[in-house]
């Protein structure tokens, strides 16, 4: 259940957009996560998987972190490991999660909080779990999506922001039916709080049963719509969708999405993510940590990570003392 809730009665309205000015865009494909591990075990659907890289642009990668209910003992991160020349993006729907970088960027996300993450030219960073999460074991629920760089922007100095889950601009639909929650980008006229180098729109849309959701989208971004949880339809043609599935739109400019009447037990609602962006059109060359344009560029950012130019991992905090070191120590 997302953590960031609102009366949409009390929230600005997203007006539909009229299919005259704004032609609705038609389904392309539905496509099926398959399941994973990721970092050191925890579990992943990879939400791209089988779709072509030109359909998803500026986007590289997408997973969703559980949703997993852990016992104590049994939450898992990541290692220190590289990127190089693209953006991260770490979003909490329930759970707990620190980040930590070797360009000084980090902190704990919870529950509707954002890491944004410009690798840019390179660094190393980790993320897991807080220690007191691993004791008592608890829910997590999250997404981790990578944005592409454009050239001109790949080796730009790395950034962090921390955008917590108030931040978010929060809208509601024509009739009410929906929740719309803005991480980055805008909607309506009604701008998020991320800020990023390629033009793109992310939204958390929270569809009440039997309720439609109809909204303008840029016409020059493209369009996607992952099923978080719940299940549903999209498109004017009311293609099925449930939750682990991803619709590709393609050209015009309004999205239509519909929660079906009756929903899972443990799912009262369809959530969807919707992502769309301004493709850049550039080679992309995507091997492991590293987004580049070439192939001689990921294996020079190889050569620099071995080399330690991407940054090092920084040094464990030792607790402060004033006791008197023992003989042995």
Do not use: C
């Not at 996300?109 to 993320?127: R, S, Y």
């Not at 220690?131 to 790949?154: C, D, I, T, Y």
Request: hydrophobic share 40%; no cysteine; charged share 20%.
């Amino acid at each position: 259940m997302p953590a960031v809730t609102a009366d949409t009665l009390t929230l600005p309205r997203v007006v539909a957009p009229d299919p005259a000015v704004a032609e609705p865009r038609p389904v392309r494909s539905v496509t099926t996560a398959p399941s994973g591990f990721e970092g050191e075990g925890f579990p992943v659907r990879r939400a791209f998987a089988g779709v072509p890289q030109s359909v998803l642009d500026p986007f590289i990668h997408m997973d969703q972190m559980g949703e997993v209910e852990y016992g104590p003992g049994e939450p898992k991160g990541t290692p220190w490991h590289p990127h190089r020349g693209f953006e991260t993006v770490t979003y909490i729907i329930d759970g707990v999660f620190e980040h930590q970088d070797s360009n000084g960027g980090g902190g704990t996300i919870t529950n509707g909080d954002t890491q944004w993450m410009t690798a840019g030219a390179g660094l190393l960073h980790i993320e897991k779990p807080p220690e007191h999460l691993v004791v008592s074991g608890g829910l997590f629920h999250g997404v981790q999506l990578w944005v592409n760089l454009p050239s001109a922007h790949k080796f730009h100095l790395p950034r962090y922001q921390d955008i917590r889950g108030r931040e978010a601009a929060l809208l509601a639909s024509a009739d009410g039916g929906a929740l719309l929650r803005v991480i980055a980008g805008e909607l309506a006229g009604h701008p998020g709080p991320g800020i990023t180098f390629t033009p793109i729109t992310m939204v958390h849309a929270t569809v009440n049963p039997g309720a439609r959701l109809e909204l303008p989208w840029h016409p020059g971004f493209n369009a996607l719509a992952y099923v978080l949880a719940g299940q549903g339809s999209v498109g004017g043609e009311q293609r099925p969708v449930r939750k682990g599935q991803l619709a590709v739109f393609g050209p015009g400019g309004a999205l239509t999405l519909a929660a079906d009447t009756a929903q899972p037990r443990a799912e009262p609602n369809l959530e969807v993510l919707l992502l769309g962006g301004r493709p850049i059109r550039e080679p992309v060359v995507h091997y492991g940590p590293f987004v580049m344009n070439t192939r001689a560029e990921i294996i020079q950012a190889m050569e620099d990570f071995r080399a330690g130019r991407l940054g090092v991992v920084p040094a464990e905090r030792v607790p402060h003392t004033d006791a008197p070191l023992s003989p042995e120590e």
